[in-house]
């Protein structure tokens, strides 16, 4: 989908007409994979805001307050922030708040400012860890609250809604390792089919009752403040369910690019979300006790089952959406060096974006299926959801401030001016949600909190090994010339040494030449980096130095978005004089027992918690594709 979604933008002549095909099918695709979780919001969103535990009679000045205040949150957060401003923030196509987090370090990284670079590191970090929250959130409401039509058709069958929304997620787990090319063909048609039938259903009730558009007059929702005070502000803590999702608009850019998002949005979700909601908000106002399930009472009787199916459909492609983009956060979590190695398994020979990592699958299904059991329903879930996306949409915002004004080098005065009202929105709707925190929004700031402590301490603790096996480095050209007066035995064949430094000898090499007294007659010494940028160039993917004495430095740098391979890389270096075969060559890896000490910049706790994470993250071996039957590792004590 990547390179598909770039070409639309190229100037390959393509006549008009395919070009707008191409157009209308990423536009389709967009449709399933960005807007499944905000398209699904009618389901709960207006439900909630007129719940008991607020006590809001549903009069004519409220309803119309509620529905201007969700109207004008989906204009000004979800199409101009996101939709005109934040997908500008691209890193190359790719979005996201990791992607934009690399995108701000390029910039810190220049100036070497490493406080505000740390500061930076933290926030985004702390922003990605509420993602995974989100992503753990947003299946069990929307399949609760796809099944909560149920109760429309009989209360008796509430009884059965808990069962079958575990049942429903439990399959769509284990359906992950299958991955989800088969199912993203339909995910467009289904989210279509959505769209069209709320947009009708919505539709038809206001042609009933045409007044209902008076509330988009943002006035209505002025005086729903001016009227109810910190009450009102409450209820913002519910009307933000209507915007959640925004965030997948700018984490799936790299999947789509930025037109067919934008189109997807205008042509098909912004009309039907507007028709639903002004729908619901008639009949509320038509029938009072609507109220209590307004989406679902739209539908005549007839259509409540084929509407619970089409619901249920949708729902799953929105949580599909979120598990994808959660195994797609933390890949590039773990190039840019976040989190340890995870199995990161390729379910498509095709397309290089859809992935399965079954670490992660495991914890987002558990999450998902406990939260189901303890919550038992969408309205009870609200608080959880709303902490998770309203979090992630301040520091979304905060970073495109930095990006805006140290990178785009806009005015001072602009960039202030514009985030400042974003972040007035954002706040708001935040300071809400924060009110909610013993009603169980503490379950995203406690899953976030633990998940920022993981990630941080592994930065951290790697940039801290980095520097141990730095300083234990000896001086290449000293080595080499103590080879030279050595005269050691060479064996035929290559040896490649796995190094995360560019410089000096590393550590491994050492140990092998200590204990083993002979050397290849072809040495490389191979460093694999991670860029801040999705993808790297191949004119500036590898770089090869002849050092002498048969020994080669090779450098390859990867983006966040690619997986490297090793023994792909000394093929390509072959070009640059390296004569290895494949079956001649082994490959030498450290594995490191590390010792925590106390005393230094990280607690004794962390160190301990790195190093548990570090023995347990994924061998070198497996990540980047060497032969097992080729490796050869050497262990090694270090007091960190």
Same mark, same amino acid.
């Given at each position: ?71 004008? &949150? ?345 985030? &400042? ?206 032969? &097992? ?12």
């Amino acid at each position: 989908m990547h390179s598909l979604a770039h070409s639309v933008s190229t100037d390959t002549p393509l006549d008009k007409d395919a070009a707008r095909r191409r157009l209308a099918a990423l536009s389709l695709g967009a449709l399933g994979v960005v807007y499944g979780d905000v398209g699904t919001s009618p389901l709960y969103a207006l439900q909630e805001c007129f719940s008991p535990h607020y006590g809001l009679k549903p009069t004519l000045a409220n309803v119309y307050g509620i529905l201007s205040l969700i109207i004008w &949150s989906i204009f000004l957060v979800v199409a101009l922030k996101y939709i005109v401003f934040i997908l500008r923030a691209d890193n190359k196509g790719e979005g996201g708040i990791l992607a934009l987090l690399a995108l701000v370090l390029q910039r810190e990284h220049e100036s070497g400012n490493r406080t505000r670079r740390a500061v930076l590191v933290a926030i985004g970090l702390f922003g990605a860890a509420l993602l995974y929250g989100d992503g753990i959130i947003t299946p069990p409401v929307s399949v609760l609250g796809a099944m909560e039509g149920l109760v429309v058709i009989a209360p008796s069958l509430k009884a059965y809604i808990v069962p079958i929304a575990f049942v429903v997620l439990l399959l769509l787990f284990v359906a992950q390792k299958r991955g989800t090319g088969g199912l993203g063909t339909v995910f467009g048609p289904v989210v279509l089919l959505w769209f069209v039938t709320i947009g009708a259903l919505g539709a038809v009730e206001i042609a009933q009752s045409p007044g209902v558009l008076r509330a988009l007059n943002p006035w209505y929702g002025v005086a729903f403040f001016l009227e109810h005070g910190r009450h009102a502000f409450v209820i913002l803590g519910s009307v933000v369910l209507a915007i959640t999702g925004a965030e997948a608009l700018y984490a799936d850019m790299g999947h789509f690019g930025r037109q067919p998002i934008r189109l997807a949005f205008f042509v098909a979700v912004l009309p039907a979300l507007l028709l639903n909601y002004f729908g619901q908000g008639a009949l509320i106002l038509r029938d009072p006790s609507a109220a209590a399930n307004p989406f679902y009472r739209l539908a005549p009787e007839w259509f409540l089952v084929p509407l619970i199916i089409i619901a249920l459909s949708a729902a799953i492609v929105a949580s599909q959406a979120l598990i994808s983009g959660a195994f797609s956060l933390t890949q590039q979590a773990v190039q840019l060096g976040f989190v340890p190695r995870v199995t990161i398994v390729h379910t498509s020979k095709r397309e290089a974006g859809q992935i399965f990592i079954p670490e992660v699958n495991v914890l987002l299904m558990v999450g998902c299926l406990l939260l189901v059991l303890i919550f038992k329903s969408a309205g009870a879930l609200a608080a959880a959801y709303g902490i998770a996306v309203t979090g992630t949409m301040v520091i979304t915002t905060v970073l495109f401030a930095v990006v805006a004004y140290r990178r785009w080098q806009w005015p001072l005065w602009s960039v202030v001016l514009l985030t &400042s009202a974003f972040l007035a929105v954002d706040l708001a709707f935040l300071g809400a949600n924060l009110l909610k925190i013993a009603a169980g929004g503490w379950i995203p700031l406690v899953l976030a909190s633990a998940l920022f402590v993981v990630m941080f301490t592994w930065k951290q603790g790697r940039a801290r090994l980095t520097e141990i096996m730095r300083q234990g480095a000896l001086p290449l050209e000293l080595l080499l010339s103590d080879l030279g007066r050595r005269r050691m035995h060479r064996v035929p064949g290559t040896a490649v040494f796995m190094t995360g430094a560019t410089n000096g000898a590393p550590v491994v090499l050492l140990h092998h030449l200590k204990h083993n007294q002979v050397i290849h007659e072809e040495v490389i010494l191979l460093s694999v980096l991670s860029a801040e940028v999705p993808a790297v160039d191949d004119a500036e993917r590898m770089t090869v130095e002849s050092l002498g004495h048969g020994f080669f430095r090779v450098i390859a740098t990867f983006g966040f978005m690619e997986t490297p391979n090793v023994p792909t890389i000394i093929e390509r270096a072959r070009a640059f004089g390296i004569t290895g075969r494949p079956m001649e060559t082994s490959y030498y890896v450290g594995r490191e027992r590390l010792i925590p000490s106390r005393g230094g910049t990280m607690w004794r706790w962390r160190k301990q918690l790195f190093s548990v994470m570090s023995r347990n993250a994924r061998s070198a071996t497996e990540y980047f594709g060497i032969p &097992s039957n080729r490796v050869v590792e050497l262990g090694a004590q270090i007091e960190f």
